[in-house]
C-alpha cells in the first residue's frame, strides 16, 4: 500500500504517503488503477486534492513516510494541504526530498522516534549546448530558493540558511527535527498504533481489490477462450 486512505469515513481519517511524489501518474501505474490492482505507487497532487475532497472539514492526519520525488509535486502538495478546511496533523516516519515540504504543509507536526529527514538541492538532467546548459543551471537556483521560502516560512531559518543546508545535502534525526523546529512532539504509542492498524485496513482493502480484479480477468479470459473456441470450430 503507497497512497490510500484509512478511515476515510470515520470523523478521524488518515492519508498515508508512501510513495513517490510525481507531477503525474505514469500510464503503467494508470492502468493498474483502473483495473484495481493496486491504490496507486505514485503520489501527484491531483490524486491528493480528490483525496482531500472526501475529508473536507474533517481533521486529518497525514502519516509521510516517502523517499520524495518531483520539487513541483511536492510544493503543489503542500499547498492542498495547507487550503485544507480543517485540523490538520503531519506524522512524519521519513520524509526526504519532496516529501520534507509536504511535511510542513500540516497545522501540527509530529515525529516518529525513529524518523528521519532529509533536504537537498533539486536536481534534474540538461542536454544541449552552453546556453542549455546555463538555463539548466538557472532553472535549479531557482527551484532551490523556492524551497527555501517554503523552508524558511516554517523553520526558524533566514532563506540563505535554507538554501545552504539544501546545498549541503542535510540530514535530521527525530531529535535534530524537534530541536529545529520540524516537529513539535513525538508521535505517542496510541497514535503509532491508529496508524499500523489504519496501514493494515488499507492494506487488506487494497489485496482484497487486487484478488477480486485478478478473479475478473480470469473470469473474462475463460470467456474469450470459450468465444475463440467456438469460431474455431
Sequence with gaps: MFYNFADVDSDAPRLYIEGEIAPSEPWWDSLSDAWGANPGNFVTPPKFRDALKQCEG???????????GDFAAGVAIYEALRAHQGETTVHIYRA??????????????LISAGGSIMIHSPMCGVEGNWQDLQAGRDFL?????SAAA?????????????????????????????DK?????????EEARATMRGRMRATMR?????IRSALARADEDKERAEILRQLKN
Excluded: N
Design 206 to 210: 487494497a489485496t482484497e481489490t487486487m
Design 150 to 178: 517554503i523552508y524558511a516560512r516554517h523553520l526558524p531559518w533566514t532563506a540563505e540558511e535554507a538554501a545552504a543546508a539544501m546545498d549541503a545535502e542535510a540530514f535530521f534525526s527525530s531529535q535534530d527535527a524537534l
Design 96 to 109: 526526504y526530498s519532496a516529501a520534507s515540504l509536504i511535511a510542513l504543509g500540516a497545522d501540527k507536526r
Design 181 to 189: 523546529g520540524w516537529a513539535t512532539g513525538l508521535i505517542g504509542d
Design 141 to 145: 537556483l531557482a527551484l532551490r530558493d
Design 58 to 68: 474533517k481533521p486529518l492526519t497525514v502519516v509521510v513516510d516517502s523517499q520524495g
